[in-house]
């Protein structure tokens, strides 16, 4: 990854797009959806309309309407015999997919934070948006040599341009991929590609290296290589990345970032719980930092 990106305060930011996007009625209700939403817990699993009418303060009928949404989306699933409402597969999802995102930058912290002294450049971790057309940082570590104008934690990317973004999208399924490139691709920096049938031809040999490079394809001036993080059954989740300005990760050097990050994606996924190839090199990181 080598995009460019200054915002603001993660909180200051979610704040402007949120009102930008929603008007104050859409506000409300959805404030009234997670209030309901939130009453769910292991002590009390199971609530009927009545009781969620009386503890949240809200009529019968505007309960009964926001469970029966959040029963359409599998939020919330009913019982059938006592007509109580509990959480539902949807709900059960999300609160995985919020701790395998927590365990996922508990483990790859400490290895990042080795991946940045032994490079001296920025090491983010990314992965796919739930609407699945861009990346967003999910934990970055850089030196005080290292990029400084890098993604903040939170920030978001094309799925099309730059080696982190496009290690993620050579290993979606075919409609994902024809999702993100039937699109209008714009050209962020010099070199960023934005004829679909030539990133097609890129990510096919993105997955027979297992890697991606990019140079100025986001930013100009500013390089990367970055290698897909998997954990135990196999799939790809993230994407880990060196990025740096040319001056220092470029065509001569970047055989020797290369092997830094393959060791270091290697290293997360392990810790995931990922069987790794018996043939895949397994070089601790001081030795190739002394092969440069």
């Avoid at 490079?119 to 850089?142: A, K």
């Avoid at 990760?249 to 970047?254: D, E, S």
């Amino acid at each position: 990854m080598d995009r460019d990106v200054k915002i603001d305060t993660e909180s200051d930011r979610c704040a402007t797009l949120f009102h930008r996007t929603m008007s104050e009625p859409q506000v409300k209700i959805l404030d009234k959806a997670l209030r309901v939403l939130m009453l769910f817990s292991p002590e009390q699993p199971e609530w009927g309309v009545t009781a969620v009418s009386r503890d949240v303060g809200m009529s019968k009928s505007t309960v009964h309407r926001i469970l029966r949404v959040l029963e359409q989306h599998a939020f919330v699933t009913q019982n059938a015999e006592t007509k109580r409402f509990r959480l539902g597969l949807a709900g059960i999802e999300l609160g995985r997919r919020a701790q395998a995102g927590m365990e996922l930058r508990r483990v790859a912290l400490p290895i990042m934070e080795q991946l940045s002294a032994t490079s001296g450049e920025t090491v983010l971790l990314q992965v796919v948006s739930p609407e699945g057309d861009r990346v967003v940082c999910i934990e970055r570590v850089q030196q005080r040599r290292g990029l400084r104008l890098i993604l903040d934690v939170g920030s978001t990317a094309p799925l099309y341009a730059g080696c982190s973004s496009k290690v993620l999208l050579a290993y979606l399924d075919k409609e994902s991929i024809d999702a993100v490139l039937k699109k209008r691709l714009r050209p962020l920096a010099s070199h960023t590609t934005t004829d679909a049938s030539k990133i097609r031809s890129q990510l096919v040999e993105i997955r027979r290296k297992g890697y991606a490079v990019s140079f100025e394809e986001t930013d100009e001036g500013v390089a990367g290589v970055s290698f897909p993080v998997r954990d135990a059954r196999d799939r790809v989740i993230a994407s880990l990345t060196i990025s740096g300005p040319l001056t220092r990760v470029n065509t001569a050097t970047i055989d020797h970032y290369t092997g830094i990050v393959r060791e270091g994606a290697r290293r997360i996924a392990a810790e995931l719980g990922h069987q790794s190839s018996r043939t895949t090199p397994r070089e601790p990181l001081h030795a190739l930092n002394a092969a440069q």
